[in-house]
């Protein structure tokens, strides 16, 4: 375009491209898992947190033994429960979501304890936060510590009540956002 002077100017116009490309995707592999890409920042802080905390594994179908059946059922179970909630599905292991109002998305990640607490193979649990610091990097933020058995059912982020929840059989939680700070609630049945 030429302005009066004659001179060519050139009109750039932006868009938010960058957040597109490092979106989290979920795709069904051929075996019936859930497979979830995470951004490149997001990889790194879990990698970090596995290396500052060496007795925790990130729980999924994998990790916590569950056969391909019982993975699937547990998926199944989940699936409804996402549906039930009118919730976004994403992962029975991962949800991510602008919880905190932050430029990149935060992301909720259960973890758990690689040796037995107990006679019944309890598990140490923590459900880490990973909190953006700048754009697609994060800090871990542990929301909620408990003890419970190597299950762990699933998590959605449920849109009506704001709060990430996430259960198995005898224990459930929630964590939310109160304006400052990732809060977590424990419950457990019998």
């Known amino acids: 375009m030429k302005n009066r002077a ?3 100017t050139f009109v750039v116009i932006l868009t938010c491209v960058l957040p597109a490309l490092w979106a989290q995707r979920v795709e069904n592999s051929s075996d019936g898992h859930r497979l979830v890409t995470l951004t490149a920042g997001q990889q790194v802080a879990i990698a970090q947190f596995l290396k500052a905390h060496p007795n ?10 569950l056969a391909l059946s019982d993975c ?17 599905p ?5 949800v991510w979501g602008n919880y905190s109002h932050h430029q990149s998305p935060d992301l909720v990640i259960p973890f758990f304890g690689k040796t037995s607490v107990n006679n019944w193979g309890w598990r140490d649990w923590e459900i880490v936060v ?19 058995g190597v299950c762990f059912d699933g998590m ?5 009540r704001k709060q990430v929840e996430f259960w198995c059989k ?8 109160n304006g400052t700070a990732f809060l ?5 049945g019998d």
């Open 130 to 148: 990973f909190e953006p610091t700048a754009l697609d990097q994060y800090k871990p933020v542990t929301a909620v510590k408990g003890t419970w």
């Open 6 to 8: 004659g001179t060519i």
């Open 156 to 160: 959605l982020y449920h849109p009506v």
């Open 56 to 65: 925790f594994v990130q729980a999924d179908c994998t990790t916590l033994g």
């Open 170 to 177: 005898s224990m459930g939680g929630s964590i939310r956002w």
């Open 90 to 94: 994403q992962s029975p292991y991962a």
């Open 72 to 88: 699937k059922e547990a998926d199944q179970e989940w699936r409804q429960a996402v549906e039930g909630a009118k919730a976004t």
């Open 184 to 188: 977590g609630r424990l419950a457990k």
